[in-house]
């Protein structure tokens, strides 16, 4: 169940992050690629800022959207 969470979460924020980024998503596979990876960077960045957020389906969905963007940032960042 918590890989067809992770996946879930993981499509949603990586869609998220697109439309944030971009204007629009990248497609289920890397959405949900980007997503996971995204999560665990925002993860990260919160622990290391002291912000928590919160719990739950919807505090998953922010943190991951939240790291994805930081990670479409840094990659557009290379692409110039």
């Known amino acids: 169940m918590s890989l067809l969470y992770s996946l879930l979460v993981g499509a949603i924020a990586g869609w998220?992050?697109?439309k944030i980024m971009k204007g629009g998503g990248f497609g289920l596979l890397l959405n949900i690629v980007i997503?996971?990876?995204g999560g665990l960077v925002g993860?990260?960045?919160f622990s290391?800022?002291?912000?928590?957020?919160s719990d739950g389906i919807i505090g998953?969905?922010?943190t991951?959207?939240?790291g994805a963007s930081v990670i479409l940032f840094v990659a557009g960042l290379?692409?110039?």
């Open 48 to 53: 290391v800022l002291g912000i928590s957020i």
């Open 35 to 37: 997503g996971i990876f």
């Open 64 to 66: 991951g959207a939240i």
């Open 16 to 18: 998220l992050a697109g």
């Open 43 to 45: 993860n990260w960045l």
């Open 78 to 80: 290379f692409k110039k």
């Open 60 to 62: 998953d969905i922010v």
